[in-house]
């Protein structure tokens, strides 16, 4: 069986791939890093360590287009049993459902291993759902500041 | 002998597993103060769903202690206020502590006072969050901030929005952002209320004197209460030995070293320095950051206590390089307490615990030539590093356990706070 875990920016990070070496030690452990990756950190944990045409910090959403083609080819190349991510944010899950792995699970930010059951269009919705509503009581605390003026008496 | 007079503690961000330096404090102040027979009684507020404040099991808790869930929706200061209001009545304290809390502690204040007009309400400050609207740390870009609410609220007004738009915007918001919109501190009304709600206090604790001089200027009264540690587990670790000139030395940094404000950056240019010149150490750091592991420069991800303890024993020096105004610096007293030299910046409440050149070494914040200097006159001279790291074993045995802490600074607190028969009458 092939498990790959897609690295994130995150306390969890080590505790994961060493949860994963543990739990599935007779299966083959894929490690998917950004490309300046230290990989002796991972020496004895990972049976491989695939470096991603990426530098490891947050992508806006133009280097996200260009970038995010190249990463899914190389991951869906591997062709996985399982993939496990490290946080439930819209970019990860898509990636996740487009992987072609057969099961997807997260491990959280508090150790949890658990299927990944949410799915694209439910995150998507709720996303653009919180996008309108934070928009909204930003301009409403915008105004709320600006128009209001503290005067000491 | 204690009081036979009821306290109660409110805590809004309390969890244990602590998050921090605030809830260690209250759990250690609160232990002792039942230990010593004061009847309490400790309410942690938890907000339903969150991650990151009030996630503790109160039957674990070494004193009586209660968790009041509030779901999400209803965080806001009215449904806490009428939460607390229920222990209120029932336990009828003489005297009120507001532990940690964030923007929200202003308007529960007000609610408590109107109230309860006759219960005298004590406040701990743990960091910034009674001079700052942004956040509790007071830093910005890169650096601390010198303004204050009291001072330029406008300003303040502005600045924190800036600082909490992208959580605000897309709804992905933290504690502290959740405390400052639920408690409308962007508004007129909550500017205007501010400077009485906390003169309300009738007592303010800070961690150092700078904070209690900054009050002073708002003609706001404070009492410095430094924080403490259990010394037991660090004085089982051995001083560190003398090592010869070939050998190698670690260097550790501990504590939330990926936070912007502790100075990891300066401590990594520090020893880059250093490395140009010599070989015979590596920095250990308690970093998930591992894209910056290199043959010297070696971040550990988290450790459990025990791990720690026995990274500090490994240890010869431990480096602070915060860039923030710490308010104490619980991981400065710990290093101290392991009998190893610590190299801190001298800034905020370090600079109150560190006698420099005598309990420790002090550098200018932010200055990593300074740094690399120090750490290279301490990697030369084993002596200095054994006789430094053993006078700060001694001064945190002598000033600053648990046990010191709350005889000479809280219980004489109490007893002045709690109101005589006539002042209740």
């Known amino acids: 069986m092939k498990i790959g875990l897609f690295y994130s920016y995150g306390p969890h990070f080590l505790q994961s791939a060493k949860f994963l070496r543990e739990q599935y030690s007779e299966d083959e452990l894929l490690i998917f890093v950004p490309q300046s990756f230290p990989k002796d950190c991972l020496k004895d944990i990972t049976d491989k360590i695939v470096f991603l045409p990426w530098d490891g910090q947050h992508l806006n959403f133009r280097s996200a287009i260009s970038t995010f083609p190249k990463i899914l080819q190389i991951i869906r190349k591997t062709k996985l049993d399982y993939f496990v991510i490290l946080f439930e944010s819209p970019r990860l899950i898509f990636l996740s459902q487009l992987s072609k792995a057969k099961h997807r699970f997260i491990f959280t930010i508090h150790n949890e291993y658990k299927t990944l059951t949410t799915s694209l269009i439910s995150i998507l919705l709720k996303s653009i759902k919180n996008r309108i509503k934070g928009q909204l009581l930003y301009i409403y605390i915008y105004l709320n500041i600006h128009l209001f003026k503290y005067k000491k008496i | ?425």
């Not at chain 2, 860039?323 to 409440?349: D, H, K, Y």
């Not at chain 2, 590093?385 to 600074?409: C, D, F, M, P």
Request: with cysteine; charged share 25%; aromatic share 12%.
């Open chain 2, 1 to 425: 002998m204690a009081t036979e007079k009821k306290i109660i503690f409110i805590d809004f961000n309390f969890s244990w597993k602590p998050n921090g330096g605030a809830d260690v404090d209250t759990y250690h102040v609160l232990k002792k103060l039942h230990e010593k027979g004061y009847p309490l009684l400790f309410i942690g507020i938890a907000e339903d769903g969150a991650t990151d404040r009030g996630k503790f099991d109160p039957t674990q808790l070494p004193f009586p202690a209660e968790r009041v869930l509030i779901p999400e929706k209803k965080w806001n200061p009215y449904e806490i206020f009428n939460r607390i209001k229920l222990y209120l009545d029932s336990f009828k304290p003489n005297l009120i502590f507001l532990q940690h809390g964030f923007i929200i502690k202003i308007p529960v204040t007000h609610l408590i006072k109107m109230y309860y007009p006759h219960i005298p309400l004590i406040s701990r400050i743990f960091a910034h969050e009674i001079f700052c609207l942004r956040n509790p740390l007071r830093f910005k870009h890169q650096k601390p901030c010198k303004l204050s609410i009291f001072e330029t609220p406008d300003y303040c007004r502005k600045c924190s929005l800036e600082g909490l738009k992208y959580e605000i915007k897309t709804s992905n918001i933290t504690s502290w952002g959740k405390d400052y919109i639920r408690s409308k501190a962007y508004s007129l009304y909550f500017i205007r209320n501010y400077h009485n709600t906390v003169q309300k206090w009738d007592k303010i604790i800070v961690y150092n004197k700078t904070f209690q001089k900054e009050l002073e200027q708002y003609k706001i009264s404070s009492v410095v209460i430094p924080g403490g540690i259990e010394p037991e587990p660090f004085l089982q670790i051995p001083l560190p030995k003398p090592k010869k000139d070939n050998e190698e030395k670690i260097i550790l940094m501990s504590g939330r070293c990926d936070e912007p404000t502790k100075g990891m950056s300066i401590l990594f240019e520090a020893g880059k320095r250093l490395r140009e010149k010599r070989n015979d150490f590596k920095i250990y750091l308690t970093s998930f950051n591992i894209s910056l592991y290199n043959e010297w420069f070696i971040p550990t991800g988290w450790l459990s206590h025990e791990q720690l303890l026995k990274m500090y024993a490994i240890a010869d020096i431990c480096v602070v390089p915060s860039l923030w105004e710490e308010p104490f610096g619980l991981v400065v007293l710990e290093s101290m307490a392991t009998g190893r030299t610590v190299c801190a910046s001298n800034i905020g409440g370090l600079s109150e615990i560190i006698q420099h050149n005598s309990t420790g070494i002090l550098f200018e914040p932010s200055n990593y030539i300074a740094l690399a200097k120090e750490l290279e006159n301490l990697l030369n001279t084993s002596q200095t590093r054994i006789t430094l790291g053993s006078n700060a074993r001694n001064y945190v045995i002598q000033n600053h356990t648990w046990e010191k802490i709350v005889n000479n600074y809280y219980i004489p607190l109490i007893e002045q706070s709690l109101p005589t028969q006539e002042n209740h009458k």
